[in-house]
């Protein structure tokens, strides 16, 4: 196994770092690794907010849900889907591109490529040493991080991720069964074979909680997610993002 390989499959989320601040390499050399990511057609539909003003991290960690490691970390990356750029480039090529960008195609190309550039950020700096957390807490209110990112039409911030050096880690929670997502030729179909294998599954998760809790909580993966999926979270998101002209065709 190479060395990139243990870096991928060391992972884990660190919500505990030393009070350090990234330097300015560490910072490019971050985004470079983002920007080195697979982009469709080259279309290259992102881009990623450095928060480096204490105030406004502050503010981020009341956005989030008071989550103080929003602040506390060595850097706090956002990143965006942009299409901002190529509506731009239409007007400087005197061509129009707005059905095109204003697309559900177009916008999921900007999920996409956002994505994939943060998760290159993401194994670029835990191969650096330092600890990551992506944060979807942003998107709880995202009239109010637009406010403070002050982004344009054609934007829209989608997730946050603090870097820095691990103060703190924990046990890697163990993920679902290879079999349980890997597949070949076609999907499987088998629903009592799925059953099995997330009664399975449980019974791991239920351990890893309880012997990280120190018997505290013993939860179920599957208890946990049908609880998390009845309430309903972020309901105004199709009309933010109509409201950024995406996704409406």
Known sequence: MNQAIETILNHR?????????????QIETIVKSAQAASTSSFIQAYSIIGITDRAKKEKFVEVVGNQP???ANGHF??????????????????????????????????????ALA?????I?????GLGIC??????????????????PEYVVPLFGMAVGYPAKLNDQKPRLPLEHVYMENEYTQDSELFKEQLEEYNQIIS???????????????????AQMLERKSRMYMKDFINKQKLDLR
């Open 13 to 25: 989320s660190v919500r505990n770092f030393e009070d350090k601040l990234l330097t300015r390499e």
């Open 124 to 128: 670029a700096a835990e191969s650096m």
């Open 77 to 114: 990356f956002v990143f965006c889907a942009d299409l901002n750029r190529h509506a731009l480039l239409a007007e400087m090529e005197r061509k129009d591109v707005l059905p095109s960008i204003e697309s559900t195609e177009k916008f999921m190309v900007t999920l996409i490529d956002t």
């Open 69 to 71: 490691y929003v602040a």
């Open 207 to 225: 351990k890893y909680y309880k012997e990280r809790t120190d018997g505290k909580r013993e939860d179920t993966w599957t208890a946990q997610m």
């Open 134 to 151: 992506y944060i979807g807490g942003i998107r709880n209110n995202l009239e109010e991080v637009q406010a403070l990112l002050k982004t």
């Open 118 to 122: 943060a998760q290159n950020a993401a």
